[in-house]
């Protein structure tokens, strides 16, 4: 069964930091992995994909990495601003081929605060 | 851009009620999925959809919950008897065809149980 883990649960840095968001998961016969964003009581917003065939995605200033030998994803997060303060959730999916199904398994997420 | 919405954004309901969570999908999509969001926990998989019939469902989703695409455009998710540890966020997910990667999610509805 699949466990998805982040770490850490939260973090608070200060304005113009770059910053890491750690995401592992357990079985590293997946599909694809996914970066999502949640503002407190509110959706999920996607902000990177990465294909199990690929290294990397970048997204103006987020860089989300996969090694999925290792079953490890990190969100590189550069130049914080206090807008990026919320709730960062890393999911990931099995594939067709893999006997797998649609589902997305979730971690539970590590709350930023970008202080100003 | 094409958005997933959902309806109401926040339900509140006796213990016991049956309720109805409304979705509607981006338009041409074809896989619907529900997911769920306890206050503090992980988003957790209840079930997915497609060609008029569920193709997975969790242990979650047990006889107390159903769902269907009652016209062309709707997706809905029905609880028959609402519970206090049903009290979630809700989230309709939906995806365009087999081939595509990513499933779009809409803005999720509260469900409170009193």
Known sequence: ?????????????????????????????????????????????????????????????????LDKSSGRSTLYIAASQPGDSATYLCAVRRGPFQGGSEKLVFGKGTKLTVNP | EPEVTQTPSHQVTQMGQEVILRCVPISNHLYFYWYRQILGQKVEFLVSFYNNEISEKSEIFDDQFSVERPDGSNFTLKIRSTKLEDSAMYFCASKPRTDSYEQYFGPGTRLTVT
């Open chain 1, 1 to 65: 069964k699949q466990e998805v883990t982040q770490i850490p649960a939260a973090l608070s840095v200060p304005e113009g930091e770059n910053l890491v968001l750690n995401c592992s998961f357990t079985d590293s016969a997946i599909y694809n992995l996914q970066w999502f964003r949640q503002d407190p009581g509110k959706g999920l917003t996607s902000l990177l994909l990465i294909q199990s065939s690929q290294r990397e995605q970048t997204s103006g200033r987020l860089n989300a990495s």
